[in-house]
């Protein structure tokens, strides 16, 4: 019996074709065996030298072990002597061996880059793997370990790495209860488990593995419209734990902070920031957290928007708050993050209000502050200018915040590869110091003297199994801290470098499944909101299509209606001169730029102009048959996408790539409802024909307007 069950193993698991199931579970730290023509030379690694081990670096030495034994069946060993050792990792290292220039090499690494270097030849060759911190040693282990798993030659590697931000963070929507908000791949992975945190161990590391793999060194556990028990002692506690488990992994928390606390937990009459007896609660609180957590990273703040308390309830400013917090904090070294997303209900256009906010604050701030300023000037959208903040605040550090959960782009449900957009925030130009502004390096110190920089992205995780609902979604989170790590990569290369990692080395897939990735998010800018229409999804779900909906007593602008304006003399949010005239936030030559639709970029050209339905378009044809073409052409892609991932079966494990078709077959139904949605809505205003060539809708207007999404299946 035993005999047939080898036999049948065998022949199951030697059939070509025929690979693993796999759940997504490990994440791009899979460590599959490599290919014999790579193995040969990494079966050479079986000596590893530490020097001085510490929690951190016993992390990066196991980590390192455990994917050379899965990848080569190579047993590493720890060797006490430097001299014959095949790998070499630590600090100081440049104290103990010889190499030209990498002191000086080492100088250009900060405190968490890294140098990683061959020496030697043939059976000789060591790799050194050095750092000034610990931290850039873990980082720098997890860089040759993708070097490893993606298959790259190791005979002569030379690289000097630096992170381009000093804070790389995750900020968690997750609510006390377990729920997340705007997240779709289960409740959260912190709050209200029923599982001891014993049997969860594993599972928080896996996070934290794959967090330090990527560079990511902090992350807020909790929800920014953050409810105040959080800095209770119950949850502290829990807070602790977390605290400790992250650290070896370089990843300090933070909290998302309730600015009424003191008087809702503190019992305080109010939470005033100038009163005294709050300043005294907030530092109080503040020491008290430091006791447990020393290296405690500081709070993130929502305040005075979308109905969270602040200063301005009391007459006082952003800044008066957020130094308050800052002073608490400053004796050891934390940090505020205090958020720029503000709009009034009955304010002027949404898009101008951060900046009519927040600027007039320039040089108000505490060092220990940073703002942190969403991509764009309204919400997360496909696509959105980038926010005019960026570049405005010279004397104030500013952080970028982009959000990973696809709220507004088909949440995991809708295959999205967010690099290529985030991409497009960095490389715009802001112009504040002549041509070369980016926003990049509007944020990342090299324009200004920032005391801190930073970088936040809002996190797609939950309980699923594969950690972010959509297996492709993990690749936003894998490729957010390479970003933060280092902005400059291609999205491209991190998609490839991805790839490889999670499914496999086979150019045969990698190239074409780059190519859906490369293109989906301009696929989804096409089907739901193209040429800078915005904000068209159901008000409160954010999912669907809805351009239609009026609510009564409903503030104008959660509503559809505010931002795309049709009516019979055409569509779009009038942003130039003659209408709300944000683009005057922007610098020249861009507001010119954006003022005139005959300069602006047509991808943006609804976002700053209402045009008639009959203006024409650099293409030669009128708005309203562009307007169709991005539609049709949005639902075609998805269409081509699903042809392109059926032709990977057999090359990938069923089981990920049977999900992965599922997904799309509900991506492609949603677009053609988008498409429907929107071009039937507008057309109630344009009374124009959708092109003859086109194929006409598969929805009926008024059918749809019925529709009912439901939110709960994505909790
Ligand atoms: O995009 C909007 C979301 C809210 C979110 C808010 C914010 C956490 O719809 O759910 O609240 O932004 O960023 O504060």
Not at 385 to 402: C, D, K, N, Q, Y
């Amino acid at each position: 019996m035993r005999g047939k069950i080898l036999l049948l193993f065998f022949l199951v698991f030697s059939m070509p074709g025929l690979m693993m199931a796999e759940s997504g579970e490990n994440l791009w730290l899979r460590y599959e065996k490599v290919s014999n023509k790579v193995l040969d030379e990494y079966s050479g690694l079986k000596k590893i030298y530490v020097e001085e081990s510490s929690p951190v670096i016993e992390v990066a030495q196991n980590e390192l072990m455990k994917a050379i034994k899965a990848m080569t069946s190579v047993d590493a060993v720890v060797n006490k002597k430097l001299a014959g050792s095949s790998i070499l990792m630590g600090v100081g290292l440049d104290e103990k061996i010889n190499i030209q220039g990498l002191k000086d090499r080492l100088k250009n690494c900060g405190p968490e880059g890294y140098v990683i270097q061959t020496i030697g030849t043939g059976s000789d060759a060591q790799v050194v793997i050095t750092a000034n911190s610990d931290a850039g040693v873990l980082y720098g282990t997890f860089a040759f370990i993708r070097m490893l798993q993606s298959e790259e030659d190791i005979a002569a590697i030379n690289i000097v790495e630096s992170p381009k931000y000093e804070l790389r963070l995750l900020n968690h929507w997750d609510n006390l209860n377990g729920t997340v908000e705007r997240g779709y791949a289960g409740h959260s992975i912190w709050w209200n488990r029923e599982k001891i945190f014993k049997v969860l161990k594993e599972h928080y590391q896996t996070y934290a593995r794959a967090n330090a793999s990527i560079g990511i060194n902090g992350t807020v556990l909790n929800n920014v419209n953050a409810a105040p028990e959080v800095l209770t002692d119950e949850y502290l506690e829990q807070v602790v734990r977390f605290a400790n488990l992250l650290r070896p992994y370089n990843i300090k928390v933070y909290l998302s902070v309730n600015f009424s606390s003191p008087a809702v937990i503190g019992g305080l009459e109010d939470s005033d920031p100038l009163r005294d007896e709050v300043r005294e609660w907030w530092k109080d609180k503040v020491e008290e957290i430091y006791e447990e957590i020393p290296d405690f990273g500081g709070f993130l703040v929502k305040a005075n928007s979308e109905g969270q308390p602040g200063p301005q309830d009391y007459g006082r400013t952003h800044a008066d708050g957020a130094n308050m917090l800052a002073e608490a904090l400053e004796p050891y070294n934390g940090i505020v993050m205090w958020r720029a997303f503000v709009y009034a209900p009955s304010g002027d256009d949404r898009a101008k209000q951060a900046y009519t906010e927040f600027v007039p604050l320039d040089g108000k701030f505490h060092e220990n502050v940073i703002v942190q300023v969403k991509n764009g000037p309204v919400d997360f959208q496909p696509r959105e200018p980038f926010s005019p903040v960026f570049g405005a605040m010279e004397e104030t550090s500013l952080m970028i915040e982009f959000q990973i959960t696809q709220e507004y782009l088909g949440f995991s449900n809708h295959l999205a590869y967010l690099p290529t957009m985030q991409k497009e925030t960095f490389e715009s130009d802001t112009y504040v110091k002549g041509p070369g502004s980016t926003v990049a390096k509007a944020t990342d110190g090299s324009l200004f003297n920032q005391k801190h920089t930073a970088i936040a992205g809002v996190a797609n995780i939950g309980r699923d199994t594969n950690w972010t609902g959509h297996h492709f979604a993990q690749a936003n989170w894998y490729a957010y801290g390479r970003l933060a790590w280092d902005h400059t990569l291609r999205a491209d290369e991190i998609g490839q470098e991805w790839l490889k990692m999670t499914f496999s080395n086979d150019s045969a897939f990698i190239d074409p499944t780059l190519n859906i990735m490369m293109r989906s998010r301009e696929a989804v800018v096409n089907y739901m909101t193209p040429l800078g229409l915005h904000h068209l999804m159901g008000w409160s779900h954010h999912h669907g299509p809805e351009p239609w909906t009026e609510i009564e007593g409903a503030r104008p602008d959660w509503l559809p209606k505010y931002y795309h304006n049709a009516s019979e003399s055409g569509i779009g949010f009038d942003r130039s001169e003659s209408g709300s005239n944000a683009v005057e936030q922007y610098e020249e030559p861009l507001a010119s730029m954006y003022n005139n639709p005959k300069t602006c970029p047509e991808n943006l050209i609804l976002w700053f102009h209402h045009l008639p339905w009959d203006y024409t378009m650099s293409s030669g044809l009128s708005l309203w048959d562009e307007l169709c073409y991005h539609y049709y052409d949005g639902v075609e892609e998805v269409r081509l996408m699903q042809k392109k991932w059926d032709r990977m079966q057999g090359m990938i494990d069923e089981e990920r790539f049977e999900h992965v078709r599922h997904k799309l077959k509900i991506q492609s139904r949603e677009a053609e409802w988008w498409r429907d949605a929107c071009l039937l809505y507008f057309q109630t205003f344009s009374k124009m024909p959708i092109p003859a060539e086109l194929e006409r809708p598969v929805h009926d207007l008024d059918e749809l307007k019925k529709i009912k999404f439901d939110m709960t299946h994505h909790n």
